[in-house]
């Protein structure tokens, strides 16, 4: 086994790498960066013209929305950079090159998603902090130290959310090949985790709170900071919910690569 | 034109096989009907009717408007830029067929099976499980027709944009950018009466209201007769020819870069 130290040293040997042989389309960087900027901000569009018509939305106010998608840009953007592999197992699990990363002495999961690191999503990264600071500035929240902490250990554990959302639905690849229609899926189901969840109810609301959580990747979370006098008890678990629903995700990873035999060609 | 009829014919027996990926395309539209029902019923707690849009009528736009969504999304930039970066684009330079119109019908063939695998089984759930009432009205007739034109104009902007491949390594930054302009701008996610004034009429002059706004119009009021839809149509018929037209100068003008290294 190998230290947590010696795999971060390694990463960011492997990505320094990386990055100097993709730096070679540096227009293609600069175009994409483009393109996640406005892909990122869509659904902030939606909000923003539905709140021209309307005052609130379920109580939410145009400048608290802003906050609550800034946490969620920057809690997907973990998956977004690092973890950006997890669409391409399809392909290596059917043209048969991915057992390759059988034969390394390192942690599969690790290896596999090394291969990849998405500069364009740190577009989506700096923007995420950019419309936070403005937010919390617009609604005078008070930054004590305490809360900064408390905003690392929500934003790492509703990134770990999403994290294993596209992972798990991309360990599809080894029981059916194509995960794509799984991923597409999962994808679309991110883009519902900024709404607020106080708009839903009876199944949907269970859905996204116990069984897919998109809630805790930004609604319940950012609650603590907008409004903590109101914050229900579940919302003090998503430390929880992010590091359990990884250990299920990570148990599901091991599971495929274990039944993994190859496609014959 | 015969010869291009069994190409639409191949693409619908390829999209067959994907079955499986449907089952979850259905499932994802479903989710997605229901979060669109719950955050407009949110919406719609301040008044019935809202920039003189009831829920039902703003439902039934949205709903519709991502069942229709995989009809026009036609991904023929990254088939294109697939087939120029591979070099796969030469085989079609022998044979005596025009690009442009192999790709229409290719991407025709894709349409019909999206049309019967989820356009349909997503529109009855709308209808038997959301109980979303369609008024009767002469767009009703008319739909199809927009429909298609809403498609010719939406295959013309994608298949120019994978013409850019021509010019560039990787069009993913071009493709992401296109597909967000079209998608906010063209009305898909949210009835343009919901824009500011100032900005509906820039939109107005745009060719994206003509792939969403305009079909989806003629679904959510029919009732509003000849008068209204026709120039609506005359206005889809001239980007559709236009853009067209557009693809075609351009193609004919990147074919001259084209450069595959022999293998």
Redesign the interface.
């Known amino acids: 086994m190998r230290s947590l130290a010696e795999y971060i040293r390694l990463y960011f040997i492997i990505e320094t790498q990386y990055i100097k042989a993709r730096m070679q389309y540096r227009a293609d960087f600069i175009i994409s960066s483009i393109g996640m900027f406005f892909s990122s901000l869509a659904t902030l569009g939606v909000f923003w013209v539905i709140l021209e018509s309307v005052p609130d939305l379920a109580g939410w106010t145009l400048m608290e929305m802003i906050f609550i998608y800034a946490f969620y840009m920057i809690a997907i953007s973990p998956m977004q950079i690092l973890f950006d592999h997890a669409w391409n197992i399809r392909f290596h699990v059917q043209q048969g090159t991915f057992l390759k990363y059988y034969f390394r002495p390192l942690n599969m999961m690790f290896y596999y998603m090394s291969e990849m690191f998405d500069l364009k999503g740190l577009t989506q990264l700096f923007v995420g902090i950019a419309l936070l600071i403005y937010a919390s500035t617009q609604l005078h929240l008070d930054w004590t130290l305490l809360r900064v902490l408390l905003l690392f250990i929500t934003v790492f554990s509703a990134a770990l959310v999403q994290i294993s959302i596209i992972v798990a639905a991309s360990c599809a690849a080894f029981w059916v090949v194509n995960s794509y229609p799984v991923l597409g899926l999962a994808w679309k189901l991110r883009e519902f985790s900024p709404y607020p969840m106080s708009i839903f109810d009876g199944a949907f609301r269970f859905a996204f709170t116990y069984v897919i959580p998109i809630g805790f990747v930004a609604f319940y979370p950012s609650q603590l900071f907008l409004r903590p006098e109101e914050v229900s008890p579940l919302v003090y678990f998503s430390p929880l919910v992010g590091i359990g629903l990884f250990a299920i995700t990570y148990w599901i990873w091991t599971k495929g690569v274990n039944s993994y035999t190859g496609t014959g060609s | 034109m015969r010869a291009y009829f069994p190409i639409a014919r191949a693409t619908y027996m390829i999209g067959i096989v ?1 079955r ?6 259905i ?2 539209n479903i ?2 009907l ?2 669109a029902y ?2 407009w ?3 719609y707690t ?1 008044s019935d009717t ?2 003189g849009l009831t829920f039902n009528e703003t439902f039934l736009y949205v709903g519709l408007g991502s069942a229709i969504f995989i009809l026009l999304k036609t991904y023929a930039d990254w088939f294109i830029h697939y087939e120029i970066r591979e070099g796969n684009i030469a085989t079609y330079l022998t044979k005596p067929i025009d690009y442009q119109i192999y790709n229409l019908f290719a991407n025709l063939g894709s349409l019909l099976i999206n049309l019967t695998a989820i356009t349909l089984p997503t529109a009855f759930v709308m209808i038997f499980i959301f109980h979303v009432r369609v008024t009767p009205g002469v767009g009703l007739l008319l739909f199809p027709i927009s429909l298609l034109l809403a498609f010719l104009i939406s295959f013309s902007i994608d298949y120019f944009i994978g013409l850019l491949a021509f010019y ?3 069009i ?6 296109k ?3 079209v ?2 701008l063209s009305g898909a ?2 009835p343009l009466q ?3 004034d100032a900005i509906q009429n820039v939109l107005y002059w745009l060719p994206f209201q003509a792939i969403y706004h305009t079909p989806l119009m003629m679904i959510t009021r029919p009732g509003q007769g000849l008068p209204v839809f026709l120039p609506m149509l005359l206005v889809q018929v001239a980007w559709a020819i236009i853009l067209f037209l557009l693809a075609r100068l351009f193609y004919n003008q990147a074919i001259k870069v084209l450069r595959i290294a022999g293998g």
């Open positions: 994907y499986f990926g449907f089952l979850f395309t499932l994802g989710v997605y229901g979060v719950y955050l019923k949110s919406i301040y809202i920039r560039s390594e990787s993913w930054g071009v493709s992401i950018t597909e967000i302009i998608t906010v996610l949210i919901f824009f500011p």
